[in-house]
């Protein structure tokens, strides 16, 4: 990126078309725009080292809540895994499963079961949400399980959040798999307005 930076400033020199001070004033915006980014990464980065956490965790399933949230057993410290271990509440990030009220809820919470509980698992955390749980993608043995749910039709792609499974909700709506059996579907975020 800096050296596309260098390249514009030669050529708009060259051309004579700004002054120097303007070209100085375009590179302080762009050097303090990009110093925010990374200021951002570390303000995450900190949050997750007070925390004792790392942005990428392994650990195993404990519990099934629902199904698109776990509590996972998280080893905190890479040299002795076992002395140190967290029990978070993970929301998987980008899809939203039913409500355990909601037709496909207990369907979706079984699947999520069988895939992964009691099961080491690796997570790439995203976020925290609203109800302090780390938002994060699931992984087993290299399988994003977050894609699995919405694949085989027991999660909604969460549009609202990341538009990343939105190929895999087309096609087990195409398919007719899990919940897009249901003639009626309704958005666990609609279920829970109402």
Known sequence: MQTRLITLLKRILKTKKLSLSLVIIIIVLAISSFNQVSSFNQSFTT???QKNLEKELTGKVSKVIDGDTIELLAKTSKTNPYNHIAKLKIRLYGIDAPELKQAYGKEAKEFLSALVL?????L??????????FVGTLFLKG???NKEM???GYAHAYESFSKK???EQADAKMFKLGLWQDERVMSPSEFRRK
Request: charged share 35%; aromatic share 12%; proline share 0%.
């Open 47 to 49: 949050f997750l080292a």
């Open 150 to 152: 919405v694949k085989n």
């Open 118 to 122: 009691k099961q080491e698992v690796s």
């Open 124 to 133: 790439i955390i995203e976020n925290k949400d609203k109800y302090d749980r």
């Open 165 to 167: 499974y939105l190929a």
């Open 143 to 145: 399988q994003d399980i």
